[in-house]
């Protein structure tokens, strides 16, 4: 098993920055590539950004390139999203990941094993 803990969140303005935080405990967090998704109000939840078990290689979706920053310290268990630039359509509640290690797919929810419980970001216009 693997906890998850999003941190980070809050009210922000148009333009505004947030980092989320992700602790990881449980089984080597090193193990397992991370993803970043969210989920606003009616909608389905949506790939946002992952980044492999090195750190080296990261993804991203096209609405949040050159805005978001995915990373990672793997000797503090932590996977990080610095948000940039916000726009009131990153409004949604963000959860982190942890991929399964025998998945080769980076965006579909169903290609992670395990939850965060979620952490409001909105973002006012």
């Known amino acids: 098993q693997v906890q998850l803990v999003e941190s980070g969140g809050g009210l922000v303005q148009a333009g505004g920055s947030v980092r989320l935080s992700c602790a990881a405990s449980?089984?080597?967090?090193?193990?397992?590539?991370m993803g970043w998704f969210r989920q606003a109000p009616g909608k389905e939840r949506e790939f946002v950004a992952a980044i492999s078990r090195g750190g080296f290689n990261r993804y991203y979706t096209d609405s949040v390139k050159g805005r978001f920053t995915i990373s990672r310290d793997n000797a503090k268990n932590t996977v990080y999203l610095q948000m940039n630039s916000l726009k009131p359509e990153d409004t949604a509640v963000y959860y982190c990941?942890?991929?399964?290690?025998?998945?080769?797919?980076?965006?579909?929810?169903?290609?992670?094993?395990?939850w965060g419980q979620g952490t409001q970001v909105t973002v006012s216009s």
């Open positions: 449980g089984r080597t967090f090193r193990n397992y590539a």
């Open positions: 990941a942890a991929q399964n290690p025998l998945s080769r797919t980076y965006y579909t929810a169903d290609e992670y094993d395990y």
